[in-house]
């Protein structure tokens, strides 16, 4: 019971204060990230299983982590509204060639992170080649080129 | 789009929340700061206690009871000083100094005493207790001195 009450409440921490974080925060993994993530496992190892290293112990966290995935998948199946809450929406940030800076810089998005996704997909080079950017779920940029006729 | 920019004042309220919580946890609300330490009873009593007013599950802690003897007991060369039973029952007492003589346990409470070195005289004396609480959420505590006066507090534990 205590393991599984442990497990619980810190995943669930977890899933609410990345949520809080934003979607950058997971998807522009740089090194000082990296490392927050590797000291975040760490410390979260401890308060989960507590002093007891047994195996079986160790079985119950999983279990528990697998299950609440598990049961969290299903009711964002279900209910669309958890989903949107949970997962969050696609957002366009850049619209016909032109930057939407509100949506931007209250997604913590630079021009720079746009035109990186642009060059890395589509290889393309400026803002104005570009039809839509969308910041997705993820927190990954895709880009729509605009047609090439234009 | 309107879900989401209500989903981004949201998140700017979490952050402000979360650096409060920092700010908290630095303070000591959530145990281990100016926040949490602090005393039962008045310094200048026969008995007060200083101790932490919010502790977390399995951590270790102090718990310093102070105790200023009667002269009879500093004649006796010991003072016995108990705690309530409940309260001794969820802790994990790792040590106490000075280690006393005899632990007693009762239905009600665990006395234990101490000896006092000659010169102690009408001293005030600090008995530590070294413990880890066991048991999360709010804990009553009792402890006094046999035949002497007694302190009440209340501490939260953390889980």
């Known amino acids: 019971m205590n393991t599984f009450l442990r497990v619980a409440v810190i995943y669930l921490i977890l ?35 507590g002093n007891d290293f047994s195996v079986t112990n160790a079985l119950i966290a999983i279990l528990t982590l697998l299950v ?21 929406v696609p957002v366009i940030i850049v619209e016909d060639g032109k930057t939407l800076d509100d949506r931007m810089g209250r997604a913590r998005v630079d021009r720079d992170d746009i035109l990186m996704a642009a060059r890395m997909s589509h290889g393309l080079e400026r803002i104005d080649q570009i039809k839509f950017a969308v910041l997705e779920r993820s927190g990954e940029i895709s880009i729509i080129p605009e047609d090439e006729e234009k | 789009m309107d879900y989401q920019y209500l989903a981004w004042r949201l998140q700017r309220v979490g952050w402000a929340l979360m650096a409060l919580l920092l700010l908290a946890a630095t303070l000591g609300a959530f145990g281990s700061g100016p ?7 008045a310094e200048t009593s026969a008995l007060w206690v200083k101790y932490e007013r919010f502790g977390r599950l399995e951590v270790p802690q102090e718990l310093v009871l102070n105790v ?18 409940p309260y001794a029952d969820q802790l994990m007492v790792d040590t106490v100094v000075p280690t ?29 207790l070294y413990v880890q609480h066991q048991n999360a959420g709010k804990q009553t505590a009792r402890a006094g001195v046999a035949g002497g006066p007694s302190v009440d507090w209340w501490e939260f534990i953390y889980p």
């Open chain 1, 15 to 49: 899933m609410i204060l990345f949520r809080i974080m934003g979607k950058r925060s997971l998807a522009s993994i740089t090194t000082f990230d990296f490392v927050v993530l590797l000291i975040i496992s760490e410390t979260t190892q401890q308060a989960m299983i």
């Open chain 1, 68 to 88: 609440l995935d598990l049961g969290l998948s299903f009711l964002k199946a279900k209910s669309p509204l958890i989903d949107r809450w949970m997962d969050s």
């Open chain 2, 100 to 128: 006393p003589d005899f632990l007693r346990g009762g239905p009600d409470r665990v006395e234990f005493d101490v000896q006092l070195t000659p010169d102690s005289g009408d001293k005030s004396i600090a008995v530590t």
């Open chain 2, 68 to 85: 200023k003897p009667t002269p009879e007991q500093a004649r006796a060369g010991k003072v016995t000083v108990w705690v309530s039973r």
């Open chain 2, 35 to 41: 926040l949490a330490q602090t005393n039962a009873g």
